[in-house]
Structures are given as structure tokens and as C-alpha cells.
Antibody, heavy 122, light 108 residues
Framework: QVQLQESGPRLVKPSETLSLTCTVS????????WTWIRQPPGKGLEWIAY???????NYNPSLKSRVTMSLDTSRNQFSLNLSSVTAADTAVYYC????????????????WGQGTTVTVSS | SYELTQPPSVSVSPGQTARITCSGY??????AYWYQQKPGQAPVLVIY???ERPSGIPGRFSASSSGTTVTLTISGVQAEDEADYYC???????????FGGGTKLTVL
């Protein structure tokens, strides 16, 4: 059974870069859309970005100027970098596996990590 | 930017049927997905591709699509179904993932 686990610093200072890694265990990193999603305290879910197993990426337009995702197939990991963070970036960050893709592009997240809380504060 | 609209809250008594709607102009073209999220937990996929149920999801969860609205139906609601529910899809080009604002289901 595929499992995802987020790792990275829980506290980041304003203006610095938030870096998270998701480790995929129990399955291959091939053929899926590896995705980051976040949830600010008391608020809803926000899609951040995905990286396809081929290495192609796609970012939320509202975050695109600050986001970078990458994939390391040798380690079965994918990562997120979010630069110039502010308090508004404080959230639970989830990594997820995207699948069940339709022919017109929409896909869903069928496996999720437990989430990691990242706080932006000096 | 593209938005999916859900009611903030829905309340039902145990054993009744709960219906949660999600509206968006691109839904006739793009599949919808539904997630259940309980406090302090990660979301769980309960419906994919408009109306398909993943293995392990109880049969009381179903969904349908009609035009620009998709509906999640929970029949015979149980106390354990109390949670936040999110719909999710993509914009008309299929480029960007979009979530609805979420609906809090309260079991009275």
C-alpha cells in the first residue's frame, strides 16, 4: 500500500524559503501526478503544484512566481520550494498522489500524506 | 480565476439523506472529485470522476452530475459522517486544480 510522508522544517522565518520533501513508500513514483496542497488554519484546501513522473510541472498561478517543484525518482521523493514566505503561507502542507485523470485534464488525489504544519514567524 | 462554489454548511439528522452541491461553469467538461476531511486528519477521496467510488468507501456515498452542478449524496447519514467535504476539479483548459470552499456537514 502506497504511503506518503512529508518532511522539512516546521518553522520558517519571513522572507526565507520553505522547503519540504515527500517520500513515497510502498509503490512506484511512475505514472502519477505528485502534488502539493496546503490548508491555512481554519480554512479550505489550496492546490499548490504538481510534478508529473516525466518531470513536467504545473503551478498555481497565484503562487507561480515563488514555487518550484522537483522529482527524484532514484529516491522516490518529490519536493517543494516556496520562496519569500510571509505569515500568509502558514498552513498544513500535504503531499498527495494524483490519479484518475480524465481526458480533459482534471485528476483527483487518491493517496495523501498526513500533513505537516509549517509556521512562518520570526 | 476559476471557482467552485459549495454551501458553507449542511445539517441532517441521523438516517436522513444529505446532499452537498458544487457549482462551476467548467464542470460539464471536467470531472469532479469529492473529499471527506475530519478534524486533524488528511482528506480522503470518496468520489472520483464524477460518480465513481474508491474501494473501501461505503455505498451510502454517491454522486451525480447535471450541467454546471455536481452533487454528493450521503444516504442514511451516520454520526461518523460528520466532517468537512470538498469538491475538486480543474479549470476549463484542464491546466489548474481547483477546490471548492468546503461544506461542513453536521449530523444533528
Amino acid at each position: 500500500q502506497v504511503q506518503l510522508q512529508e518532511s522539512g522544517p516546521r518553522l520558517v522565518k519571513p522572507s526565507e524559503t520553505l522547503s519540504l520533501t515527500c517520500t513515497v513508500s510502498g509503490g512506484s513514483i511512475s505514472s502519477y501526478y505528485w502534488t502539493w496542497i496546503r490548508q491555512p488554519p481554519g480554512k479550505g484546501l489550496e492546490w499548490i503544484a504538481y510534478v508529473y513522473y516525466s518531470g513536467s510541472t504545473n503551478y498555481n498561478p497565484s503562487l507561480k512566481s515563488r514555487v518550484t517543484m522537483s522529482l527524484d525518482t532514484s529516491r522516490n521523493q518529490f519536493s517543494l520550494n516556496l520562496s519569500s514566505v510571509t505569515a500568509a503561507d502558514t498552513a498544513v502542507y500535504y503531499c498527495a498522489r494524483g490519479s484518475h485523470k480524465g481526458t480533459n485534464g482534471a485528476y483527483g488525489m487518491d493517496v495523501w500524506g498526513q500533513g505537516t504544519t509549517v509556521t512562518v514567524s520570526s | 480565476s476559476y471557482e467552485l462554489t459549495q454551501p458553507p454548511s449542511v445539517s441532517v439528522s441521523p438516517g436522513q439523506t444529505a446532499r452537498i452541491t458544487c457549482s462551476g461553469y467548467a464542470l460539464p467538461k471536467q470531472y469532479a472529485y469529492w473529499y471527506q476531511q475530519k478534524p486533524g486528519q488528511a482528506p480522503v477521496l470518496v468520489i472520483y470522476q464524477d460518480s465513481e467510488r474508491p474501494s473501501g468507501i461505503p455505498g451510502r456515498f454517491s454522486a451525480s452530475s447535471s450541467g454546471t452542478t455536481v452533487t454528493l449524496t450521503i444516504s442514511g447519514v451516520q454520526a461518523e459522517d460528520e466532517a468537512d467535504y470538498y469538491c475538486q476539479s480543474a479549470d476549463s483548459s484542464g491546466t489548474y486544480v481547483v477546490f471548492g470552499g468546503g461544506t461542513k456537514l453536521t449530523v444533528l
